[in-house]
C-alpha cells in the first residue's frame, strides 16, 4: 500500500480507486525475486485475478540443457515458487489478455508488459496505467490502485497522428510499424489513419508488443477499429492534432535493416516473442509439414500452456516435433535456459527478441523466412 500510495503521490492522484484483476510481468530476475518474496513472506495473498508472466519451463529446459547457470536457475525457481504462495494465477503467459485474464471494456485493471499494457486500453478498451511488473503485483494484492493517468478519460486523448501511407500485408509488417511508431513518438498516444482493413488479433500484438519496446506507447488508437475513437476527431477529443507524420516504405525497411546484426549461416531459429497464438502455431505446423529442420539448426516456438494443450489435441504439437522443430511452454526469450545460444547465430520474427537478445548475433524476418532461413540453415 505504501507503494501505491507514493506512486499516486508522485502523479498528484486524489484517491485510490478498485480494481478487477492485475497481471504481473515479474519474471527470474533478482530485482523481482527481492519483491515477489516479499510479499510472500510477509503473507500477502492476491485479492483479485493476478496472472504472471513467463519465466521457463524448469523440467524441460533441465532435462534439455545441462549448463543453465545454477544461480540464474534458482533465482526463477525462487520467484515461480513464491508467486504460488501468493495465489497468483500461474498462467507463465505474456498474452494472458487472450486467455487466463481477460479483462472487458470500462474495466478498472492493473497490467504490465508490453503488449497486455496497450492491449488492453486501446483493443479492449479497460483502462490501466503503464504498470512496472512491481506495481502491477502490489495492486494485485491490494485491490487498489491510485487514481492518474490512464485511469482518466481526458488523460486517454490521441496525442500524436500517424498516416500509414505503407501498406501493411501481415503480422510482421506491423511488428516493423510498431517498432517504427514507438521510436518516433516516444511516449506519446499515437492514432494511425491509413490502414484499410481491419487488423487481426496477432496483427495488433505484435503492434502492442514492439511499440511498447522501442518506445512506451500505453494505448493507441486505430479509429475505426481500436474500440474507443471511430474517428480522428474523437480520438483527439476534438482537438487539432499538433505533431504529425507519415509512415512509408522506407521507415519499415529500415527498421528491419536497423534490426539485423548479420547474415548468412544460423544456428537456430526462436519464434513466439510474445507467446504465439494457436493461429500462429497452426501456420507454423502447415510450413513445416512434411519437412526437415537442417541439421545443427534449433528451432523453438515459445507460447501458452494453454495454446499448447490445444496444439496437442490438434496434432500441430506432432507435426511440428516430427519437422525437428520443438513447441514450448512457460518460456520467455529473456531467461536464463537459454544460455547455449550465448555464443551462436539466431534468426526471429521479433524484434523484441532481437531487442532483449540472449545471443551472439541476430537477424529479423517474416514467419516464411525463418521457416525457410531453419530449413536451409541459412539466410541471405
Ligand atoms: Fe513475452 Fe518474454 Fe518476449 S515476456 S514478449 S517472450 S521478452
Redesign the pocket.
Known amino acids: 500500500m505504501e507503494m501505491l500510495v507514493a506512486i499516486g503521490d508522485a502523479y498528484d492522484s486524489e484517491k485510490m480507486v478498485p480494481i478487477t484483476r492485475a497481471h504481473a510481468?515479474a519474471?527470474g530476475q533478482e530485482g523481482d525475486l527481492y519483491w515477489v518474496e516479499l510479499l510472500a513472506e510477509g503473507g500477502a495473498k492476491c485479492k483479485v485475478p493476478t496472472s504472471t508472466?513467463?519465466v521457463y519451463d524448469f523440467k524441460y529446459f533441465h532435462k534439455t540443457f545441462k549448463d543453465i547457470p545454477k544461480d540464474e536457475a534458482e533465482v526463477a525457481r525462487r520467484v515461480m515458487e513464491a508467486y504460488k504462495k501468493l495465489g497468483a494465477i500461474i498462467s507463465w503467459s505474456?498474452t494472458p489478455y487472450l486467455c487466463e485474464n481477460i479483462p472487458l471494456r470500462g474495466e478498472t485493471v492493473a497490467f504490465s508488459?508490453?503488449?497486455a499494457t496497450p492491449f488492453v486500453n486501446s483493443v479492449i478498451g479497460a483502462y490501466t496505467n503503464r504498470e512496472a511488473a512491481q506495481s502491477a503485483l502490489a495492486a494485485g494484492v491490494i485491490g487498489r490502485v491510485p487514481k492518474y493517468g490512464l485511469l482518466i478519460g481526458e488523460n486517454r486523448k490521441a496525442t500524436f497522428l500517424l498516416d500509414v501511407e505503407t501498406k501493411l500485408t501481415d503480422e510482421f509488417d506491423y511488428t516493423l510499424l510498431g517498432y517504427h511508431v514507438g521510436k518516433i513518438v516516444g511516449y506519446g498516444i499515437p492514432a494511425l489513419t491509413g490502414i484499410t482493413s481491419r487488423p487481426s488479433t496477432e496483427e495488433l500484438i505484435n503492434f502492442c508488443?514492439m511499440s511498447n519496446t522501442s518506445g512506451a506507447i500505453s494505448m493507441f488508437y486505430i479509429p475505426g477499429y481500436t474500440v474507443e475513437a471511430s474517428t480522428v476527431k474523437e480520438a483527439f477529443h476534438g482537438d487539432v492534432p499538433k505533431e504529425k507524420a507519415t509512415v512509408t516504405d522506407r521507415d519499415l525497411k529500415r527498421a528491419q535493416e536497423e534490426l539485423q546484426t548479420t547474415s548468412g549461416k544460423i544456428d537456430f531459429v526462436q519464434l513466439?516473442?510474445?507467446?504465439y497464438t494457436l493461429k500462429q502455431i497452426a501456420d507454423v505446423a502447415r510450413r513445416l509439414e512434411g519437412e526437415k529442420v537442417h541439421e545443427g539448426v534449433a528451432f523453438w516456438v515459445?507460447t501458452s500452456a494453454t495454446a499448447k494443450l490445444l496444439a496437442d489435441r490438434i496434432g500441430y504439437t506432432q507435426i511440428i516435433e516430427k519437422a525437428g522443430a520443438r513447441l514450448v511452454v512457460d518460456t520467455?526469450?529473456?531467461e536464463p535456459c537459454w544460455i547455449a545460444y550465448k555464443q551462436k547465430v539466431g534468426m526471429t520474427d521479433?524484434p523484441?527478441?532481437a531487442y532483449?537478445r540472449r545471443f551472439k548475433d541476430v537477424m529479423v524476418g517474416r514467419l516464411e523466412d525463418c521457416v525457410e532461413a531453419a530449413l536451409k540453415g541459412t539466410w541471405r
Request: aromatic share 4%; proline share 10%; net charge negative.
Open positions: 510481468a519474471s508472466n513467463p505474456c508488459e508490453s503488449s508488443a513466439g516473442c510474445p507467446h515459445c520467455c526469450i529473456d521479433s523484441k527478441c532483449y
